[in-house]
């Protein structure tokens, strides 16, 4: 567990990139991050969506450009991509995607190899384990197109030479965090759950200096 940074030890904090800084769970990954006492970067395509986000460094740009990934990736020492995208019932989405394949070349052009992403329940072989309601209802009439992109995007990292982390949360509440968390990749058991976004933020802050999960794809859950 990572412990937050005092002033005394400042200079070790790790400096960090945060994508989808203004969505629900990426929010509570800048606050828990702040409060750590990391040196925190987002980059944010409205400035005005993150006037909230006081102590991190903004950087005005686009997920999908590689030129504004690079100056906000310079100097990091790890990227959470916490990117979502809207339910897209009847239209193709290619955003996660897109935006993962120039953050890998960023990474790379960058030196930077650390990545922590979050997807969620239902992308790659977890797919079938959200519940009956996720699995036969959201997921088949809401989420088939979001969660194809998601496929895509894990495929992107899992074919890069990155240090990667792949987080699959169950479903997202707004609860208060501080239950515990399991992180699973044995989904035998696993027939839905659910997750507080404060705790999503505390595992995925966890990941920065650990390798317990390197290039794993654990699901999330309570």
């Given at each position: 567990m990572i412990t937050s940074v005092t002033e005394s030890n400042a200079?070790?904090?790790p400096k960090i990139l945060i994508l989808g800084a203004t969505g629900p769970t990426g929010r509570h990954i800048v606050s828990q991050a702040l409060t750590r006492g990391y040196d925190v970067t987002v980059l944010v395509r409205s400035p005005?969506?993150?006037?909230?986000?006081?102590?991190?460094?903004?950087?005005?740009?686009?997920?999908?450009?590689?030129?504004?990934?690079?100056?906000?990736i310079k100097g990091r020492d790890a990227v959470i991509s916490a990117l979502g995208t809207p339910a897209s019932p009847f239209k193709e989405v290619r955003l996660l995607s897109t935006a993962?394949?120039?953050?890998?070349?960023?990474?790379?052009?960058?030196?930077?190899?650390?990545?922590?992403?979050?997807?969620?329940?239902?992308?790659?072989?977890?797919?079938?384990?959200?519940?009956?309601?996720?699995?036969?209802?959201?997921?088949?009439?809401?989420?088939?197109?979001?969660?194809?992109?998601?496929?895509?995007?894990?495929a992107r990292i899992k074919d890069s030479d990155l240090d990667w982390t792949i987080v699959r949360p169950s479903i997202l509440n707004n609860k208060?965090?501080?239950?515990?968390?399991?992180?699973?990749?044995?989904?035998?058991?696993?027939?839905?759950?659910?997750?507080?976004?404060?705790?999503?933020?505390?595992?995925?802050l966890d990941?920065?200096?650990s390798d317990a999960w390197l290039r794993k794809s654990p699901v999330i859950t309570w």
């Open positions: 200079a070790a904090a005005e969506k993150a006037t909230d986000l006081k102590g991190a460094k903004l950087v005005v740009g686009d997920a999908r450009d590689e030129k504004a990934l690079r100056q906000a993962t394949q120039a953050l890998i070349k960023a990474m790379k052009a960058e030196q930077v190899s650390r990545l922590i992403a979050i997807t969620g329940i239902g992308a790659g072989d977890s797919k079938g384990h959200g519940g009956f309601l996720f699995d036969n209802v959201i997921f088949p009439l809401i989420l088939r197109n979001v969660y194809a992109d998601k496929n895509r995007q894990e208060p965090g501080g239950d515990t968390i399991r992180a699973l990749t044995d989904l035998s058991d696993v027939h839905g759950g659910s997750i507080s976004r404060a705790d999503v933020a505390t595992f995925i990941q920065v200096n």
